[in-house]
T-cell receptor
Framework: DGGITQSPKYLFRKEGQNVTLSCEQNLNHDAMYWYRQDPGQGLRLIYYSQIVNDFQKGDIAEGYSVSREKKESFPLTVTSAQKNPTAFYLC??????????FGQGTRLTVV | AQSVSQHNHHVILSEAASLELGCNYSYGGTVNLFWYVQYPGQHLQLLLKYFSGDPLVKGIKGFEAEFIKSKFSFNLRKPSVQWSDTAEYFCAVNAPGQAGTALIFGKGTTLSVSS
């Protein structure tokens, strides 16, 4: 089945730790995106990548980092510098700027 | 940079009522427009999209949207809602002619339909 796989579904992080969220797609899409979803805030763009080995900051990139070493993979690291990391994180991919397809999301909780 | 504004934060309707959710965007160039839906516990799904052509677009589950360029609007409509339409709805936009841009979302509208 083609699609986008995010893992894990739930993630717990202690204060001061870095954690990495996985996103893999087998749709052969060039573009991949990370969004953060908070109640009443909609989806806010963290980082996006239009092509391998290249990525751009979105509106709320502070405290996050990404890499795009392979077309299929776009992992997101939530660093200890992110002051309020508890949220629902969504990964998406698209063919250039057509519609985006979304994964099931990862819910990150700081404990 | 583009931005998207959704006018209604929470809409409450009875079954069979008509629905219109407002969406305005700010960008002067060519845009692609989208409505996504997120049902409780499910991932985001595309309802409909507009790239060019007929400004009235039809999507899944009886939804439609009208692109009015002069008003920078892309409102979502459904003549008669069902209880199963209870969900969160997001309007989104990107600028295909502008290299390096991403899909930008509004803050969403929660629709609650009572039976």
């Amino acid at each position: 089945d083609g699609g986008i796989t995010q893992s894990p579904k739930y993630l717990f992080r202690k204060e001061g730790q870095n954690v990495t969220l996985s996103c893999e797609q087998n749709l052969n899409h060039d573009a991949m995106y990370w969004y953060r979803q908070d109640p009443g805030q909609g989806l806010r763009l963290i980082y996006y990548s239009q092509i391998v080995n290249d990525f751009q900051k979105g509106d709320i990139a502070e405290g996050y980092s990404v890499s795009r070493e392979k077309k299929e993979s776009f992992p997101l690291t939530v660093t200890s510098a992110q002051k309020n990391p508890t949220a629902f994180y969504l990964c998406a991919s698209s063919i250039r700027q057509t519609e985006a397809f979304f994964g099931q999301g990862t819910r990150l909780t700081v404990v | 940079a583009q931005s998207v504004s959704q006018h209604n934060h929470h809409v409450i309707l009875s079954e069979a009522a008509s629905l219109e959710l407002g969406c305005n965007y700010s960008y002067g160039g060519t845009v692609n427009l989208f409505w996504y839906v997120q049902y409780p516990g499910q991932h985001l799904q595309l309802l409909l999209k507009y790239f060019s052509g007929d400004p009235l677009v039809k999507g899944i589950k009886g939804f439609e949207a009208e692109f009015i360029k002069s008003k920078f609007s892309f409102n979502l409509r459904k003549p008669s809602v069902q209880w199963s339409d209870t969900a969160e709805y997001f309007c989104a936009v990107n600028a295909p002619g502008q290299a390096g841009t991403a899909l930008i979302f509004g803050k969403g509208t929660t629709l609650s339909v009572s039976s």
